[in-house]
């Protein structure tokens, strides 16, 4: 029996509880501490950095989530059990196996795959030639580079219209360019290969085959070996209504979504969830944790357009809430390879959350503006994105601030009950679609 095993085992059975530090500092994050806190299992959360709303969890603490030294120091000296990788970004630069080749920390559980498994969302190659490799249904693509710039732009002057344009790397949601004009599809080409308009991010250029359909996101926590499947959802990118204007991180979400029906569900996971946890295990890619499946429906089956490797940001927001099982005893689970002992139980009440924002955003924004109303808000969760201080002087700190997420018996009564509390909260330059769930 492995170390890793017999204290996930030991903790579950004899109701030990857990030292946990989540790295994150988004409204995903603030979710996640909502949810953590809630268990038995937890003894006390820390949150790295964190926000003014995770503070309501547990102990923010002033660490960076790439800055792999001192998150050890505090590992060991705090005696963490669990360290949860809210974000992206540590577990593609590494932090599980970082931690796992430390014998001081091997122990220590991690929510999260492996740097080469975290390559399913930074590196959109990467993943595309995985699902080839596996038959996962997906666009048909290309990539090309700086070596192969002129082929990329012959390859645009003949491509199918509309063009879809991707950062290979992390481009924090926004590095997807979708357009009808092919002028411009080789100007963004350009841009994201010679300008660097995406850094690093867009030194490579996957172009993709244009799907028409309705998308939705899918949330499968797999222990390498079996896996569950979590409430689906569906976010709004688009800064403006009626899905205009450039892409966001995320303007709102609902869930359940309304035509992920058992059917369709059932083609999702023997065409795409299976296969790809099976994938994974073939290939001796170590995989634990999330698999966020950006999907779209096509004439009612199933295409993947995008992997991530943690939980979605604002889809979080309305799936915790919806999920009712113990997520520290999920991550126990996991690390004893027993999720097929799972059954995921979730709130038969729709959720919706909508997204206030600042004024500018996705493009330049200010920041430090005053909040107010916070208190007034009785009927609904705030998950809060991009905020600093505490208690009445509450700032705002990014151009995502605060996701209000409301339950009710229909999407409808979800959003209007969400829409209500987005009214009394209040900052200067205060934005949000006021048509989320809009096709339902």
């Known amino acids: 029996m492995t170390k890793g095993y017999f204290f996930g085992y030991f903790a579950l059975?004899?109701?030990v509880s857990m030292k946990i530090l989540l790295l994150g500092s988004g409204g995903r994050e603030c979710a996640l501490s909502?949810?953590?806190?809630?268990?038995p299992l937890c003894d006390h959360l820390y949150i790295a950095p964190g926000n003014a709303g995770t503070a309501q969890y547990g102990t923010n603490v002033a660490l960076g989530i790439n800055d792999f030294e001192a998150l050890k120091s505090f590992c060991?000296?705090?005696r963490i059990d669990i360290l949860f990788p809210?974000?992206?970004?540590?577990?593609?630069?590494?932090?599980?196996?970082?931690f796992k080749e430390d014998e001081l920390l091997r122990h220590i559980i991690i929510p999260g795959p492996s740097k080469e498994g975290a390559q399913l969302e930074g590196s959109k190659a990467f993943s595309k030639k995985l699902m080839a490799r596996h038959h996962i249904p997906t666009a048909a693509y290309a990539e090309f580079d700086e070596s192969s710039f002129e082929q990329g732009i012959t390859?645009?002057?003949q491509h199918s219209l509309p063009i879809v344009l991707k950062a290979d790397g992390l481009a924090a949601g926004k590095g997807v360019v979708i357009t009808s004009d092919r002028e411009e599809a080789k100007a963004v080409f350009t841009d994201m290969i010679h300008n660097e308009q995406f850094g690093a991010a867009g030194k490579t250029v996957v172009v993709e085959q244009f799907l028409s359909g309705i998308e939705l996101s899918v949330f499968a926590f797999t222990d390498g070996k079996n896996y569950v499947l979590l409430p689906e959802a569906k976010d709004y990118k688009r800064v403006g209504e009626g899905d205009t204007g450039p892409n966001t991180g995320g303007m709102g979400a609902i869930s359940p979504v309304p035509f992920a029906d058992a059917a369709f569900m059932q083609k999702v996971k023997e065409q795409v969830v299976e296969p790809t946890v099976q994938a994974l295990r073939s290939e001796k890619i170590v995989y634990n944790g999330f698999i966020?499946?950006?999907?779209?429906?096509?004439?009612?089956e199933p295409y993947v357009i995008e992997y991530?490797?943690?939980m979605g940001d604002p889809e979080t927001e309305v799936v915790m809430p919806r999920l009712e099982n113990d997520l520290v005893e999920l991550v126990i689970k996991m690390e004893a390879q027993k999720l097929d002992e799972v059954t995921i139980q979730h709130s038969k009440k729709a959720a919706a959350t909508v997204m206030l924002v600042s004024k500018g955003y996705p493009g330049s924004y200010e920041k430090a503006k005053p909040i107010s109303g916070l208190e007034q808000v009785k009927d609904s969760l705030l998950f809060h994105a991009g905020t600093s201080g505490a208690g009445a002087d509450v700032l705002t700190s990014g151009g995502r601030v605060i996701a209000i997420t409301s339950y009710g018996d229909s999407i409808k009564e979800a959003l209007q009950q969400s829409y209500q509390s987005a009214s009394l909260v209040n900052f200067e330059g205060k934005a949000f679609r006021k048509d989320i769930g809009f096709e339902f």
């Open 292 to 300: 966020f499946f950006g999907l779209i429906n096509v004439a009612g």
């Open 155 to 157: 390859y645009l002057e």
């Open 308 to 310: 991530n490797c943690r």
């Open 34 to 39: 909502w949810k953590l806190a809630q268990s």
């Open 86 to 98: 809210g974000s992206e970004e540590p577990l593609v630069n590494g932090v599980y196996d970082f």
């Open 76 to 78: 060991l000296d705090q």
């Open 13 to 15: 059975k004899f109701f």
